[in-house]
C-alpha cells in the first residue's frame, strides 16, 4: 500500500516541514487541493450535502502547482499531487505548462489530480458557466495529454480551438499521471475513461464500497482514509482494490511531523517508494 499525507488540511507555514518529513520517512506522496479564488458572497459556497459554507473568504490561497514546485526543491523522492486542480477555470495552455513544469523540476514526480467542482461562486467569477464545467474538464484533459505527448498540436473543440503549436518541454514522465476526483457518476465516469485512476473523497471501509461498485474494476483508486484506525485494517483496503490511502494522523496541526513519524515506524514504512507514471 502507498500512503500520501493531505498539505491542505496543515496551515500553509507547516506544508514544508511536513512535505519534508513524508519525504524523510518514506511516504509516497503530498497532496496539495486548490481553489482559484473565493467570492464574498458565501450563499454560493454551501458544500453538497451540508448546510455550512463550506469555504471561508479569508482562507488563503495559493497556486497548487507552483507551490509544490517548490516544495519540490526541498524533497527528493515524495510524489507531489493535487487533489484536486480545477482544470478547466484555465486555458489547457496554461495547466498543461504548470504540470509540466513540475514534471520537469522534480524530476518526475507531478501528479495532476483534477476535478470539476463543486463551488459556483469561483466560476461565476471567472466569467466561465458553471454547467459546462464537468464537458470542459473532458476536453481540456484531452488537450493537455496531447500537449505532453506529441511535438505540434492543433485542436478544434467545443471549448477550446488553436492553431498548430509546439509545446516544450514535455513532462519527464511518459505519461503524467491524470487523476480524477469527484463521487458523481460524471465523475466517476472520467476516472475510469479518461484518466489514469480515482481520488475519492474522505471514506471509511464501509462508506467506500458503494463508490467502487460504481466505478467498476481496474481502475486504480486512491481514497482519502482519515478515520484509518490500525495496520490490521490496510489489507481490506487492498483487498477493494485501494492502491493509495491519503492519511492524517495527527489531530493539530502541529503534531503532525511526530504523528507522521508515529505512523511510519506502525505501519512499516520505509524508502521503498514506487513512483507511478514512469
Known amino acids: 500500500m502507498k500512503f500520501g499525507v493531505p498539505l491542505g488540511l496543515l496551515h500553509p507555514a507547516a506544508w514544508k516541514d ?3 518529513a513524508a519525504d ?5 506522496s503530498v497532496w496539495l487541493p486548490e481553489h482559484l479564488v473565493f467570492a464574498t458572497d458565501l450563499s454560493l459556497a454551501v458544500y453538497p450535502g451540508g448546510d455550512d459554507p463550506g469555504i471561508r473568504p479569508e482562507t488563503p490561497l ?3 502547482p507552483a507551490y509544490l514546485c517548490w516544495l519540490a526543491a526541498h524533497t527528493s523522492r515524495v510524489l507531489l499531487g493535487t487533489a484536486v486542480q480545477l482544470l478547466a477555470l484555465r486555458h489547457p495552455f496554461v495547466s498543461a505548462r504548470a504540470f509540466a513544469t513540475l514534471d520537469v523540476v522534480s524530476g518526475g514526480r507531478a501528479v495532476c489530480g483534477v476535478g470539476a467542482g463543486w463551488y459556483r461562486g469561483e466560476w461565476d467569477a471567472a466569467g466561465i458557466p458553471f454547467e459546462t464545467r464537468g464537458a470542459r474538464l473532458d476536453e481540456a ?3 493537455v495529454r496531447r500537449l505532453w505527448t506529441e511535438p505540434v498540436v492543433a485542436h478544434s473543440g467545443r471549448f477550446y480551438s488553436f492553431p498548430e503549436v509546439a509545446f516544450e518541454p514535455k513532462p519527464v514522465q511518459r505519461r503524467l499521471p491524470v487523476l480524477a476526483g469527484g463521487e458523481s457518476a460524471a465523475a466517476l465516469r472520467r476516472a475510469a475513461r479518461l484518466c489514469d485512476g480515482w481520488i475519492s473523497m474522505p471514506h471509511t471501509l464501509g462508506s467506500i464500497r458503494p463508490q467502487l461498485d460504481r466505478l467498476g474494476g481496474g481502475v486504480p483508486v486512491t481514497a482519502h482514509a482519515y478515520a484509518l484506525g490500525s495496520p490490521d485494517e490496510v489489507p481490506a483496503w487492498a483487498a477493494l482494490g485501494v492502491e493509495r490511502l491519503i492519511v492524517r494522523p495527527w489531530t493539530r496541526g502541529r503534531d503532525a511531523v511526530a504523528a507522521l513519524t508515529a ?9 521503498d517508494i514506487q513512483t507511478i507514471g514512469r
Open 263 to 271: 505512523f511510519a515506524a506502525r505501519y512499516g514504512i520505509g524508502r
Open 141 to 143: 484533459i484531452a488537450v
Open 18 to 20: 511536513v512535505a519534508v
Open 62 to 64: 495559493f497556486d497548487a
Open 24 to 28: 524523510e520517512l518514506g511516504f509516497e
